[in-house]
């Protein structure tokens, strides 16, 4: 069961999305401030944090900050009051992934952290190896011999996520959600759209190939 730390001072809110969140599956622990939670991802395994803003002592942006300092890539999802567009710009600049303002609506915050959550298991692999083909996440990358394909983000965790997953088929909207992310404006031609895109990079590529399911979406075959 995957744990949330809940990163927030105000004690009706911690426990409105704790009983939230235990409901739907997770465990949950609480932290009061940024130097409490940096305290606990130190010496336990959370999956996402869940981190408030005005907070005593480290406020959000200072946590996330340091976190990402620290090369810890647990995803964080900023909850706040603060909803100005520059705020938000600071908060992902100094890294978070994701970010919503209050008061929240608890089903989608749950639809937000499932899909912070699923992309970060993708990421979490790294690289695939296919024969001699190398798929690094690290470079965003494709490597066979001495042939080396630089992908743009969205296009490299397109492939990245098909590859994982060989032989299963993701709808265009498993797709926007995971890839584009839960709020994102996106529509089912700009998958069609990179998905066309990697097939002509990516043509000679006898190792694996991507599929298109008529009235479902996608899937991958490897072929080693």
Same mark, same amino acid.
């Given at each position: ?5 809940i990163?927030?001072d ?28 940096l ?25 996330t ?32 992934? !994701?970010?919503? #303002? ?9 639809l $937000?952290? +499932?899909?912070? =959550? ?5 990421m ?12 690094d ?7 066979k ?14 492939l ?22 839960? !709020?994102?404006? #996106?529509?089912a ?7 066309? $895109?990697? +097939?002509?990079? =990516? ?21 080693l």
């Amino acid at each position: 069961m995957e744990t949330i730390l809940i990163v927030e001072d105000d004690p009706h809110t911690q426990e409105l999305m704790s009983i939230y969140l235990r409901n739907n599956g997770f465990q949950t622990m609480i932290a009061h401030n940024g130097t409490q939670a940096l305290t606990i991802i130190d010496q336990q395994t959370i999956a996402l944090a869940l981190v408030d803003i005005m907070m005593p002592e480290m406020d959000g942006y200072q946590l996330t900050e340091a976190l990402r300092q620290a090369n810890y890539q647990l995803p964080i999802l900023m909850v706040t009051a603060k909803e100005t567009p520059s705020e938000k710009k600071k908060g992902f600049l100094v890294g978070t992934d !994701d970010y919503m #303002t209050k008061p929240v609506d608890q089903e989608e915050m749950l639809l $937000r952290i +499932r899909a912070l =959550l699923r992309r970060s298991k993708i990421m979490a692999k790294n690289r695939i190896t296919l024969g001699e083909v190398t798929i690094d996440a690290d470079y965003l990358q494709i490597r066979k011999g001495q042939e080396i394909i630089h992908l743009p983000q969205k296009e490299f965790f397109l492939l990245f996520k098909l590859l994982s997953y060989p032989g299963k088929i993701f709808t265009r909207l498993q797709l926007m959600d995971d890839i584009w992310g839960y !709020d994102s404006q #996106t529509d089912a031609k700009t998958v069609n759209v990179h998905i066309n $895109r990697l +097939r002509e990079k =990516l043509a000679h590529f006898t190792e694996f190939t991507i599929i298109t399911v008529r009235g479902l979406g996608y899937k991958a075959e490897r072929h080693l």
